[in-house]
């Protein structure tokens, strides 16, 4: 009990710190609209590895594995294909079924932006599944690690919540999938790419996955017919779609290591 405690207070703490820090430190607002976001996004990024230095130096006194030390090119080969396939497929039957369509397109310089959304996704992927997820992960086991940083990452989704059911298993499931990449390929980079690819291409692309909302987009694309299939004004994080091919992908990964472990059993 005691040592379930102790990871509850780790937990907290360290996210109240990152989030109460990120809170205190101002971002200039004499900039312009590109130049603030980076910085928005570089600084969380920045409090996430100061934090995760100090817990684990200071607090923990151990050096947790972070899967960050990957120099396997097939897995960035691999995240890329997951990332684009993930992304295309599902947009790709949105459209096909006419439920997505592109209304007009805008003239968008997305260097800066696309790096700030690079910047972002680390600092998603190393607040949820990195130190809080090995440390769980190594002192309890990893189904406690999953539910909780699963949590955490439908947590600070919170747009989802008012979208609805969908949308929430929208999240969860990717966050699932997401856990399932690292455990997989044993790479944080992994889930960081796929998830990037995700956001670009959605996000900055095609304008049908939420962002910060002085993200700006290519494509105006529009959602039509039914709700349950086109994600309605949510467009495809609404979207049923994005649920079936987030479990399929699932289902296939989760066959993969199993099997992985299998081998290494044997």
């Known amino acids: 009990m005691k040592k379930i405690f102790k990871t509850i207070i780790k937990f907290i703490t360290f996210f109240i710190i990152w989030a109460v820090l990120g809170g205190l430190i101002p971002i200039p607002e004499k900039l312009s609209p590109p130049m603030w976001r980076f910085l928005a996004e570089l600084e969380p990024l920045i409090l996430i590895i100061l934090i995760t230095y100090a817990y684990m130096k200071f607090i923990d006194k151990e050096k947790y594995d972070l899967k960050l030390k990957d120099t396997n090119f097939l897995n960035y080969l691999s995240a890329f294909i997951i990332g684009n396939i993930w992304i295309f497929g599902t947009i790709g039957i949105a459209f096909g079924i006419k439920v997505l369509k592109i209304n007009n397109s805008n003239n968008t310089f997305l260097l800066v932006w696309g790096i700030s959304l690079f910047l972002n996704t680390i600092m998603q992927e190393l607040l949820t599944r990195g130190y809080l997820y090995q440390m769980i992960k190594k002192n309890h086991n990893i189904i406690a690690a999953v539910i909780t940083t699963t949590c955490l990452f439908t947590l600070m989704h919170g747009g989802a919540f008012e979208a609805g059911i969908l949308a929430i298993l929208n999240v969860v499931t990717m966050s699932l999938l997401m856990t ?44 039509s017919g039914n709700k349950i299939i086109s994600g309605g004004v949510f467009k495809i994080e609404g979207s049923i779609i994005v649920a079936v091919i987030n479990i399929v992908l699932l289902f296939i990964y989760g066959f993969l290591l199993h099997n992985k472990k299998t081998k290494i059993s044997n």
Do not use: R
């Open 180 to 223: 399932m990449l690292i455990e997989y390929y044993n790479s944080l980079w992994v889930p960081i790419i796929v998830h990037f690819i995700w956001n670009f291409i959605g996000g900055l692309i095609f304008g049908v996955v939420s962002l910060a909302s002085d993200y700006p987009f290519i494509y105006n694309t529009v959602s």
